[in-house]
């Protein structure tokens, strides 16, 4: 440059007069080449062609463009100079250049996800998918969804016991019923009925030692002993045994004696029946002996009578021949 042409063109410069600039991607920020604009020593990292000016195409980074992203780099697109992915990881890894696996137990986007609900904690690292199902309490692929109401247990295989006061759903990981067990009912599940001689709530009431079987397990209801009544307690006096409350088969004896009664009645008034048919026979025999007597008397009288006739008239005729 200069009048001359004897100076050297500045740093930075270079070409006819110096009129072209460096691209200033040489290796080590060396200048170029005052005359070409050339890197004599190469491009730094993420440029190429003679003069340095060209970055690397998308997938490429490093010195020379040499190196390839990562090839779980979002839609494969890394910065070119240090390979950093610009869009982040696939599902599954980590790390600047996303070349880092999600460790144990976590999963999902730049691994910010975990597998807490998962058996082991283990998981697929990309999707997510619990590789031996999940623990108690949680299903779906991921096992993020709690068990429906009424469900508990590993993969939700296990229904509520019915016996969950007020019918209450239990704790979807134990099972447990979180308000109580109904009367009658007892332990965590409540699916043990109360022990011979308790009843009620939490099995926490004793039977009336005037029951003479176990009570009921619920209501504590019972068959009171000989001269008791009004059951549950059986305290009463009473000159029959009862029961406030009849079971099933309270009602089959009830059944059986009314048709007990019923044959008992049938038979006494086919017993009368009879006699009473008897008794008329007897009578009518009776009357048909005493009009045949009476008959048998009238034609002896008739005969008698007429003796008595002949008799007179002989008599009679015997006075007349003596005089």
Not at 195 to 216: P, Q, R, T
Not at 277 to 301: F, L
Request: proline share 2%; charged share 20%.
């Amino acid at each position: 440059m200069g009048v001359f042409c004897n100076e050297s063109c500045v740093s930075g410069t270079f070409g006819m007069d110096c009129k072209n600039n460096c691209s200033g991607n040489c290796l080590n920020d060396l200048i170029c080449n005052r005359t070409t604009g050339k890197c004599d020593k190469g491009c730094k990292h993420g440029y190429k062609g003679e003069l340095c000016n060209k970055a690397c195409r998308i997938g490429f980074y490093g010195l020379n463009c040499s190196k390839k992203c990562s090839p779980f780099c979002n839609r494969n697109n890394c910065q070119n100079i240090n390979g950093f992915c610009l869009s982040g990881c696939i599902s599954g890894y980590k790390g600047p250049r996303c070349e880092q696996e999600c460790s144990d137990g976590w999963y999902g986007h730049n691994c910010s996800m975990r597998c807490d609900n998962c058996v082991n904690q283990t998981c697929n690292r990309g999707t997510g998918s619990c590789q031996y199902g999940c623990q108690p309490g949680w299903r779906g692929s991921t096992c993020s969804q709690v068990c429906t109401v009424g469900k508990y247990g590993p993969d939700c295989m296990f229904s509520c016991s019915q016996n969950c006061i007020n019918k209450e759903s239990c704790d979807h990981v134990t099972g447990i019923c979180e308000m109580g067990c109904s009367d009658g009912y007892k332990g965590e599940l409540c699916d043990l009925i109360c022990g011979n001689g308790y009843f009620g709530a939490n099995c926490s009431k004793v039977c009336s030692e005037n029951c003479s079987d176990i009570c009921h397990h619920i209501d504590g209801t019972c068959y009171c002993k000989t001269g008791m009544m009004d059951s549950p307690e059986c305290k009463q006096v009473s000159s029959w045994t009862t029961a406030k409350k009849c079971d099933d088969h309270c009602f089959y004896a009830i059944g059986i004696s009314m048709l007990v009664i019923l044959n008992v009645l049938t038979c006494t008034l086919w017993i009368r029946e009879r006699r009473r048919q008897k008794v008329k026979r007897q009578s009518s025999s009776n009357y048909i002996t005493t009009e045949a007597e009476m008959k048998e008397k009238t034609s002896e009288s008739h005969e008698y009578q007429e003796v008595n006739s002949v008799s007179r008239d002989f008599s009679y005729q015997n006075l007349s021949f003596d005089t």
